[in-house]
């Protein structure tokens, strides 16, 4: 946030993280009341104060009475390491150090907060009361495997399931090609069916003639390259029409087109499949 929008912000409902001490300056410049939490860079080297800046931003704090430290933070870079915790559990030495130095001052934040899923499992922070869940809102867990921690979330059950609706089939013929560059060619007489949804509204172009979609259980592989607002599927003499509702992202974590499955089979990445499905979705909170 550019100092010079500070006076636009909602204050009332928002809180703030801020780590620099202009940024710091120019909400208190507005004189209301303003909810900050403190960012503490403790090894991500992204965003976040130095520990030798500390005490100048906390200095500054106690200039402007309308700021308010609601929570100190930092974030961990090294959550999902499957075999080493080494540099998680440094970070999370280094962000209990700063918060005492924080404590030391007279400060008393409510939120103290480190770790995201993968860091719930690991970080034991003296001070930390509160996790920013993220991938984990979606039931998915981001530890592998061979992670000594990933029992401790195997519980994450995937809630979020994508679905389409038929709204063509076509008939084809041996040899005729599908889609751009014409990547499938039918091997035989075949059916197909049409969706509205391609790579604009999340389906990764990567599943083009690897992916499939579920209708029932049957599984609908995809032919020819995925579009931008649509995606080709192989229906064989399944009983399908116009109309008709496929799902295109499982909510099983063991079915051949969950978020899971796509990670392990295509070579995905969990957080952008679920965070590149388009704000054009309808969602459904179920």
Request: glycine fraction near 8%; charged fraction near 25%; proline fraction near 5%.
């Amino acid at each position: 946030i550019l100092p010079q929008n500070a006076r636009l912000l909602d204050t009332k409902r928002c809180s703030f993280v801020v780590q620099d001490e202009v940024s710091l300056r120019a909400l208190g410049r507005l004189n209301r009341p303003v909810r900050v939490h403190m960012e503490l860079n403790t090894g991500m080297n992204r965003l976040g104060l130095q520990p030798t800046e500390v005490d100048g931003y906390l200095r500054v704090l106690k200039q402007y009475p309308n700021l308010q430290l609601e929570g100190v933070m930092s974030h961990l870079a090294d959550a999902d390491n499957e075999l080493d915790d080494d540099y998680t559990l440094r970070q999370v030495r280094t962000f209990d150090e700063l918060v005492d130095k924080v404590l030391a001052q007279g400060f008393r934040p409510k939120y103290v907060h480190i770790a995201q899923t993968a860091g719930s499992a690991k970080a034991q922070s003296r001070h930390a009361n509160g996790i920013r869940l993220g991938i984990g809102l979606y039931g998915i867990n981001p530890l592998g495997a061979h992670d000594a921690k990933s029992e401790s979330l195997k519980d994450l059950q995937p809630v979020l399931e994508l679905k389409s609706t038929i709204i063509k089939i076509m008939a084809l013929k041996k040899g005729e090609k599908v889609s751009y560059n014409g990547i499938f060619t039918a091997p035989e007489d075949m059916r197909i069916a049409v969706l509205p949804l391609g790579y604009y509204e999340g389906v990764p172009r990567d599943l083009s003639n690897k992916g499939c979609v579920m209708f029932g259980d049957k599984a609908f592989p995809v032919v020819g390259r995925v579009c931008m607002n649509h995606t080709m599927v192989a229906v064989g003499d399944a009983k399908v029409q116009v109309g008709d509702e496929v799902i295109v992202m499982s909510a099983g974590p063991l079915a051949p087109n969950s978020v899971a499955t796509m990670v392990r089979d295509q070579g995905l990445f969990s957080y952008t499949l679920l965070t590149g499905l388009s704000s054009s979705i309808r969602r459904e909170i179920v």
